[in-house]
């Protein structure tokens, strides 16, 4: 193993390299720690479901602020000091340069603190982290979205980007749904999805719900419904492990090849950066490999989702 | 080897077989050997044939009814034939009065002990690596990896615990390896807590302190304990809650381990598997045998003796003699 | 090649130390061999084959502090008159006593906690932690063998950001500012298996300066730069051709000692093969799922990072994990993606026999056989290796 050819790359950095800042990808602004979060201010908190609520936040640092940018797709560490950090996708748009948002659900210990903050209240941000949607290379194809529940998170950011870029793309098509309508994240971003011409947005829930005149039906059994062509498309599906499992073989069903089909992955994680251990899927790291897989990758690593 | 050691190894061998062959259970746990005959290691057999290889000599101190807690059969509903000394059935009756194990589910050989070796001690009496202990009568041969032979008494190498044993004979059991020892008489031991004892209560502090000072974190002691049944889960690294600190350092390691004892006590007889299974030998059978004293001495209480028996702390008696005497 | 004798090693000791924090295998209290500091009333242990953990932790501690804070008022989130209007009050307050509102840790515990004072760690200066906060004090470690210099060098490639990934500031701090003196194995046992690894009792991977025990002293080799400004010391003396002839025969005793237990050949493609095998529920049987065989190991390296709150002070820092801990990969929904014994026991070998290799080129595993030795039930490393190897052959021959 150690016979074998060290390319340029293959070898251990140092100091200068970090300080350089040069061929590595810094979470922080002190140069080579990693490990250490950028403070941030609370701008705005949106609360999307009875458990979800998105913050807006806001590098305290302004050259931080304006200096900041990331692929759609990737992650960001969001901590409260005295509780703990924990991964989210960053899902405001790439061109939004005031402020980022993360959207959290209650569940855990983080995810608590994080919904007791209020507006003007303090978090620790590192980000952005691990690798986004390939969203260059799919120039030119028809896109096909869907996602359920607070997966909507992790794809929204790809999806505003997309349509930012809508001419970029060939025709695109969102398909979201949720138990209830009550737990439709993003309902400003619905609204004006419904209201463009150029994609075809579907929005389904569970079951029948007192005042929702809108379809009924869980996610995959709509997408075989909706039977999109695979020719030139790639679908890009984020949501419950258990709605995933069913729409990878719809997709499956309809003709796609495992090359066209995206997801993101979650894991517990701890750094963010590849050395803590506990991310991994065979031998690559969701945070830093991942989050973003195409099926294609994911049929080549140990099933240990 | 005594006779009677050769008797009780060659019944547990006919015992596992005839389970495994009436099909009684999935898989059948005893000792075999390991990677040098002086290791004695658990061994899980699954096929009649394979049943020669089991052991037993006076280096089983293997406590095997930990692999019978929650999480730990593999698959999880498997029926299992297990092997027991004394102070592992006492382990395996705590769990059965709690019914945290399937009486139906287990096969249980009892195998009375005459005691078993304190390996490591026996090991610091030689630098050179020990890669054989035989037994000849009272005699231990011990054989290095340099060649270096040495006869030992057989007495003089008992752990502290198996020298006033107070129940060589398993407690609970299906079948019995060989013919039950005299059941020795009197009030219980508990050995090697005199010089702490006398100890001021300064002093009680720093010699906890020094030898928690250097635990490492590793969880073998909560892991291998066959009464820690919550092994997983542990509040000892819960951050939800978050209640012990999950810093190495001297005060919350004490803090750890003194969760782990109150966890388990009324349910430890001090088998002394976390004593044994630790990597750095902190002398944990302080904390687990002094919590016995105290039970016995304050509740006339001792774990594991009778299935039938409630609990200590499911219990309550007018006359127990607790707080201030 | 340098002489040192075997009367000299206080006086090198002694020397050493007015420049560095020297380490050294010290015997404790209750006989265990563990790294500890040198001072002139300690002896060095190096008669002992391996000390009990390698000296990781001088680079690596088990508890390294990223942050630190303070807080500078605590209020009870339980009081009914506890509402923004107070929160806004309590900022002001701590605004006019000439603190700065860092971060507002919310009321999980019932408590508000207005935070100031953010520090780069225990060591640090204020300031979050630049490099220079770090601990930066040199250090010497003497006394270790090749089995745990390799490890640690397999160490440096997952903290030196090898292959283009981050760089660890705390672990590289420490490491640049460590020197390795190393003793070639005077008695290996049963359980080392190094040379299967291709590594060896007189190995020089990770390895400043080599000293090998022969009659009446060591033979001491400069391997790195670092080594060679180090033996420059007077204490070192010219070596005689027979000290050299000494020590190949001494280095030459310990090869003869270290048994070849496996084949690497054929390890990685037989975990790959075998990843979904129902063998690893046999091997892990008398796997009780405890920490012993990471902590006690040179290369293994996982941790966790959490935040604890004490008394008004707050701290994030990085401990040790392990991947047997059931809870290393629990997510916060419940889903645990190795929610099993033996999925847990199959990730430590498939890291350092194939994930690891297939990231970094090398291997993280040096062959001390600790595992093996302090493992509650002797869980064999050797025979896990051996078994997986067949799988590969199984799936050929089927094939």
Same mark, same amino acid.
């Given at each position: 193993?150690?016979?074998?050819?060290?390319?340029?790359?293959?070898?251990?950095?140092?100091?200068?390299?970090?300080?350089?800042?040069?061929?590595?990808?810094?979470?922080?602004?002190?140069?080579?720690?990693?490990?250490?979060?950028?403070?941030?201010?609370?701008?705005?908190?949106?609360?999307?479901?009875?458990?979800?609520?998105?913050?807006?936040? !806001?590098? %305290?640092?302004?050259? @931080?602020?304006?200096?900041?940018?990331?692929? *759609? /797709?990737?992650? =960001?560490?969001? $901590?409260?000091?005295?509780?703990?950090?924990?991964?989210?996708?960053?899902?405001?748009?790439?061109?939004?340069?005031?402020?980022?948002?993360?959207?959290?659900?209650?569940?855990?210990?983080?995810?608590?603190?994080?919904?007791?903050?209020?507006?003007?209240?303090?978090?620790?941000?590192?980000?952005?982290?691990?690798?986004?949607?390939?969203?260059?290379?799919?120039?030119?194809?028809?896109?096909?979205?869907?996602?359920?529940?607070?997966?909507?998170?992790?794809?929204?950011?790809?999806?505003?980007?997309?349509?930012?870029?809508?001419?970029?793309?060939?025709?695109?098509?969102?398909?979201?749904?949720?138990?209830?309508?009550?737990?439709?994240?993003?309902?400003?971003?619905?609204?004006?999805?419904?209201? !463009?011409? %150029?994609?075809?947005? @579907?929005?389904?829930?569970?079951?029948?719900? *007192? /005042?929702?005149? =809108?379809?009924? $039906?869980?996610?995959?059994?709509?997408?075989?419904?909706?039977?999109?062509a695979p020719a030139n498309t790639v679908a890009v599906t984020c949501g419950p492990p258990i709605m995933i499992k069913f729409v990878l073989q719809a997709l499956q069903k309809l003709g796609f090849a495992d090359e066209q089909v995206y997801t993101t992955l979650e894991k517990r994680m701890k750094c963010g950066i590849g050395i803590c251990g506990r991310c991994n899927l065979g031998p690559k790291y969701v945070c830093v490999d991942g989050p973003v897989f195409s099926l294609a990758e994911l049929r080549d690593l140990p099933d240990e989702l | 080897m005594s006779g009677a050691e050769i008797a009780r190894q060659d019944r547990i061998r006919e015992l596992a077989r005839q389970a495994l062959t009436e099909g009684k259970v999935d898989y059948f746990i005893g000792w075999k050997a390991g990677h040098v005959p002086s290791e004695v290691i658990p061994a899980f057999v699954r096929n009649v044939d394979e049943c020669d290889m089991l052991l037993w000599n006076p280096l089983c101190h293997h406590n095997l009814t930990t692999f019978l807690k929650r999480k730990m059969p593999d698959p999880p509903d498997a029926r299992i034939g297990v092997c027991v000394k004394g102070c592992d059935s006492?382990?395996?009756?705590?769990?059965?009065?709690?019914?945290?194990?399937?009486?139906?589910?287990?096969?249980?050989?009892?195998?009375?002990?005459?005691?078993?070796?304190?390996?490591?001690?026996?090991?610091?009496?030689?630098?050179?690596?020990?890669?054989?202990?035989?037994?000849?009568?009272?005699?231990?041969?011990?054989?290095?990896?340099?060649?270096?032979?040495?006869?030992?008494?057989?007495?003089?190498?008992?752990?502290?615990?198996?020298?006033?044993?107070?129940?060589?004979?398993?407690?609970?059991?299906?079948?019995?390896?060989?013919?039950?020892?005299?059941?020795?008489?009197?009030?219980?031991?508990?050995?090697?807590?005199?010089?702490?004892?006398?100890?001021?209560?300064?002093?009680?502090?720093?010699?906890?302190?020094?030898?928690?000072?250097?635990?490492?974190?590793?969880?073998?002691?909560?892991?291998?304990?066959?009464?820690?049944?919550?092994?997983?889960?542990?509040?000892?690294?819960?951050?939800?809650?978050?209640?012990?600190?999950?810093?190495?350092?001297?005060?919350?390691?004490?803090?750890?381990q003194m969760v782990h004892m109150f966890h388990v006590a009324g349910r430890c007889p001090s088998c002394g598997a976390c004593d044994r299974s630790c990597p750095v030998e902190i002398p944990l059978y302080l904390l687990h045998r002094k919590m016995n004293k105290e039970l016995f001495e304050m509740l006339g209480f001792q774990a594991g003796l009778n299935v039938e028996d409630k609990p200590v702390f499911q219990t309550f008696n007018i006359d127990d003699a607790l707080g201030e005497q | 090649m340098k002489f040192l004798a075997r009367d000299q090693l206080p006086t090198l000791l002694a020397d050493l130390s007015t420049a560095a924090e020297v380490w050294v295998p010290v015997k404790q209290q209750n006989g265990v061999v563990q790294f500890d500091r040198w001072a002139p009333d300690v002896d060095v242990e190096l008669d002992v084959f391996l000390a009990r953990q390698s000296p990781k932790e001088n680079v690596f501690p088990q508890t390294e502090t990223y942050l630190e804070y303070r807080y500078l008022m605590v209020c009870s989130a339980q009081r009914p008159e506890f509402t923004d209007q107070t929160r806004e009050e309590l900022r002001q307050l701590v605004e006019s006593e000439g603190g700065e509102v860092v971060a507002e840790v919310p009321p999980v515990a019932q408590e508000l906690l207005l935070v100031a004072d953010v520090g780069g760690g225990s060591q640090g200066e204020p300031g979050l932690g630049s490099a220079a906060g770090m601990d930066d004090s040199a250090q010497i470690i003497l006394g270790l063998r090749p089995c745990d210099a390799r490890g640690l060098s397999q160490m440096d490639n997952v903290f030196g950001g090898y292959g283009g990934f981050y760089f660890d500031p705390y672990y590289n701090v420490r490491r640049n500012n460590t020197t390795i003196i190393a003793v070639t194995c005077r008695t290996p046992r049963s359980t080392c298996f190094c040379r299967a690894l291709g590594g060896s009792p007189a190995g020089t991977e990770g390895v400043d300066v080599l000293m090998t025990e022969i009659e009446g002293g060591f033979a001491v080799e400069a391997v790195t730069p670092k080594g060679e400004s180090l033996v420059e010391r007077s204490v070192f003396e010219k070596a005689q051709p027979e000290v050299e002839?000494?020590?190949?025969?001494?280095?030459?005793?310990?090869?003869?000692?270290?048994?070849?237990?496996?084949?690497?050949?054929?390890?990685?493609?037989?975990?790959?093969?075998?990843?979904?095998?129902?063998?690893?529920?046999?091997?892990?049987?008398?796997?009780?799922s405890c920490g012993t065989c990471t902590y006690v190991c040179p290369s293994c390296y996982c941790f966790n990072i959490n935040d604890e709150i004490v008394e008004g002070t707050g701290e994030r820092f990085r401990c040790w994990d392990n991947c047997f801990n059931p809870m290393y990969t629990l997510e916060t929904s419940g889903h645990n993606p190795r929610e099993s014994k033996h999925a847990r026991f199959r990730n430590r070998f498939s890291h350092k026999f194939w994930y690891y290799p297939d990231k970094y080129d090398s291997l993280l595993c040096s062959g001390c056989g600790r595992c093996i030795m302090y493992c509650p039930t002797h869980v064999d490393i050797r025979e896990v290796l051996r078994t997986m190897s067949a799988e590969t052959t199984a799936e050929k021959g089927e094939a």
């Open positions: 193993m150690s016979d074998e050819a060290v390319s340029s790359e293959r070898r251990r950095l140092t100091f200068a390299d970090v300080e350089l800042g040069s061929s590595i990808a810094r979470a922080a602004r002190y140069a080579g720690n990693p490990y250490l979060p950028e403070t941030a201010t609370v701008v705005e908190i949106i609360q999307e479901t009875p458990n979800i609520k998105s913050f807006r936040v !806001r590098f %305290d640092d302004e050259q @931080v602020q304006a200096g900041f940018s990331f692929q *759609p /797709g990737q992650v =960001g560490q969001l $901590g409260v000091l005295g509780i703990g950090e924990a991964t989210f996708a960053i899902n405001s748009s790439p061109s939004e340069k005031e402020y980022l948002q993360f959207s959290v659900m209650q569940a855990g210990e983080v995810t608590i603190g994080l919904h007791c903050l209020s507006e003007r209240d303090k978090v620790g941000v590192r980000a952005p982290m691990g690798r986004g949607f390939p969203v260059e290379e799919w120039k030119g194809k028809n896109l096909l979205y869907v996602m359920g529940g607070i997966g909507s998170a992790a794809l929204r950011a790809t999806i505003l980007y997309t349509l930012e870029q809508r001419a970029e793309y060939q025709d695109i098509t969102i398909l979201y749904g949720a138990r209830t309508p009550v737990d439709l994240t993003y309902q400003y971003d619905i609204d004006e999805w419904e209201a !463009r011409s %150029d994609i075809n947005t @579907v929005i389904t829930v569970d079951a029948p719900f *007192p /005042g929702w005149d =809108g379809r009924v $039906g869980f996610v995959p059994a709509v997408l075989e419904e909706l039977a999109p | 006492r382990t395996l009756v705590a769990l059965l009065q709690e019914t945290l194990v399937d009486k139906e589910r287990l096969y249980v050989v009892g195998v009375p002990c005459d005691g078993i070796i304190d390996r490591r001690r026996l090991e610091k009496a030689f630098s050179d690596e020990v890669i054989d202990i035989a037994f000849q009568g009272e005699q231990v041969v011990v054989t290095t990896r340099g060649g270096e032979t040495k006869e030992l008494a057989y007495e003089e190498l008992l752990l502290e615990q198996c020298a006033s044993c107070d129940f060589p004979n398993p407690r609970y059991y299906d079948d019995l390896a060989g013919e039950l020892l005299p059941q020795p008489e009197g009030p219980p031991r508990f050995p090697g807590l005199e010089e702490y004892e006398a100890l001021s209560a300064e002093e009680k502090d720093r010699v906890l302190a020094d030898a928690f000072a250097t635990c490492i974190r590793c969880f073998a002691c909560i892991h291998v304990c066959p009464v820690c049944y919550c092994w997983d889960q542990c509040v000892n690294r819960s951050r939800r809650p978050a209640l012990v600190g999950q810093k190495v350092a001297a005060k919350e390691n004490l803090m750890f | 002839e000494s020590a190949v025969a001494a280095k030459q005793a310990a090869e003869a000692g270290v048994n070849v237990p496996f084949e690497l050949d054929g390890v990685r493609e037989g975990l790959k093969a075998g990843f979904d095998s129902p063998v690893w529920h046999d091997l892990a049987m008398r796997c009780i």
